[in-house]
């Protein structure tokens, strides 16, 4: 294909997207084959109720209403909340401003999700967040995720000319560990905790708090996951 920074999007957006969603609306069988990545993290069953942590403007949130009835979108800014119920209405989503770290799930959820947060939780949080998604979900219900995959990935799979892959190769750690600089288009600096995974050391991480959670790469650019908890939940604090 043409090296340009303008055929991914293209080619995503009105190509693959729109062969995957076809298949999985008509053909369960040829969806599950030729799109595996996301046949094995949302699968074809329909849930009743997810839950979405950092909900963000709603992109994801759209995608999520494909497979259930009903979604509480948590986030901290009611501002990007605000833009993602101009996407997807009240009728089917609830919308909670709160800090996801400080945050109590009212009830359980068959589905929890978040997208590129899971590399923005700080080490300190770590555990204290995945208690959280343990006490949000229902049982038998399922945690999903995807994320930035490791810079490493990038520079050594990604295109030479990929527009996100040279920032994400030289961003500069402001502690020498989790805590990265970002600069923006207006010039600003900002530093934000930013801990890239690769699949295999997410995956023995989370094991180690007593989730099961199967998780791969594409080709360069992103992880994604499933999975649950293997103990018994917690009660829900009322």
């Known amino acids: 294909p043409p090296r340009s920074t303008l055929f991914p999007y293209t080619t995503l957006f009105r190509s693959v997207y729109s062969v995957a969603y076809n298949l999985e609306i008509w053909d369960p069988v040829l969806f599950a084959r030729y799109c595996r990545g996301k046949n094995n993290v949302q699968g074809r069953g329909h849930w009743l109720?997810?839950?979405?942590?950092a909900a963000g403007s709603g992109n994801r949130t759209a995608k999520l209403l494909l497979r259930v009835d009903r979604v509480t979108a948590v986030d901290t800014s009611?501002?990007?909340l605000a833009v993602n119920q101009a996407k997807n209405g009240t009728e089917r989503v609830e919308y909670v401003t709160a800090d996801v770290f400080n945050w109590t799930p009212p009830q359980r959820y068959n589905a929890v999700f978040f997208s590129f947060w899971i590399s923005r939780v700080p080490s300190a949080r770590w555990e204290a967040f995945w208690d959280l998604v343990c006490r949000a979900l229902?049982?038998?219900?399922?945690?999903?995720?995807?994320d930035n995959a490791h810079p490493e990935c990038a520079q050594r799979n990604g295109p030479a000319d990929w527009p996100v892959a040279d920032p994400l190769r030289t961003?500069?750690?402001?502690?020498?560990?989790e805590r990265r600089?970002?600069?923006?288009?207006?010039g600003s600096?900002?530093?934000?905790?930013?801990?890239?995974?690769?699949p295999q050391e997410l995956e023995a991480d989370v094991a180690n708090l007593g989730w099961e959670v199967t998780i791969h790469d594409t080709s360069f650019a992103f992880i994604y996951g499933h999975g649950s908890h293997q103990s018994p939940l917690p009660e829900i604090q009322t």
Not at 49 to 53: D, I, N, P
Not at 191 to 198: A, E, G, H, M, V
């Open 49 to 53: 109720k997810a839950l979405e942590l």
């Open 78 to 80: 009611p501002g990007v």
């Open 138 to 146: 229902a049982p038998g219900g399922t945690v999903m995720f995807c």
């Open 171 to 177: 961003s500069n750690c402001a502690d020498g560990g």
């Open 181 to 186: 600089q970002r600069q923006l288009r207006d």
């Open 189 to 198: 600096t900002h530093t934000i905790t930013k801990r890239y995974w690769s």
